[in-house]
């Protein structure tokens, strides 16, 4: 009934030209790949170095906020200005082995602008502090106004 054909042996698996030629293709595929993903790992270093130095800042911010409130009084008229970093001032170092300077920055605030100049430090409030922490060579830094109360 049927008559039986002889089929010639049939090729199993890939030839190493094949092989070759697929690994050149993965290979020149992935190049571009890698070069992707760089900008994401160096942005990713960036931004661990900004989260830490965020911590760092509110760390010191709280440390500082802890103080009486008179002893702030104290550095700030010893500063003598908002551009004066105080003795609250300190430098850490990070996990990552980097040295972090924070400058804590004292004045009398003008809250109600009685002088009506504007101006944040003339014509100073009673019992209004300025507060301000920043990190050295950073535009990072956080601000806040605290009362004696």
């Known amino acids: 009934m049927f008559a039986h054909r002889s089929n010639p042996a ?49 760390t010191r911010l709280e440390e500082v906020l802890a103080q009486p409130f008179t002893d702030l009084e104290d550095a700030a008229q010893s500063a003598g ?9 300190d430098s850490v170092n990070t996990t990552g082995g980097r040295t972090v300077n924070r400058q804590v920055y004292l004045s009398r605030y003008d809250g109600d602008n009685a002088d009506a100049d504007d101006a944040p430090f003339t014509g100073t409030d009673d019992g209004l502090l300025w507060v301000r922490v920043a990190i050295d060579d950073s535009e990072q830094a956080i601000e806040t106004v605290i009362d004696s109360d």
């Open 10 to 58: 049939r090729q199993r698996g890939f030839s190493y030209t094949e092989t070759l030629i697929a690994t050149v293709l993965i290979a020149l595929a992935l190049v571009p790949a890698l070069e992707a993903l760089q900008p994401g790992i160096q942005g990713s270093g960036i931004h661990q170095n900004q989260t830490e130095n965020h911590y760092l800042l509110t």
């Open 81 to 89: 200005g908002p551009n004066t970093p105080t003795d609250y001032s």
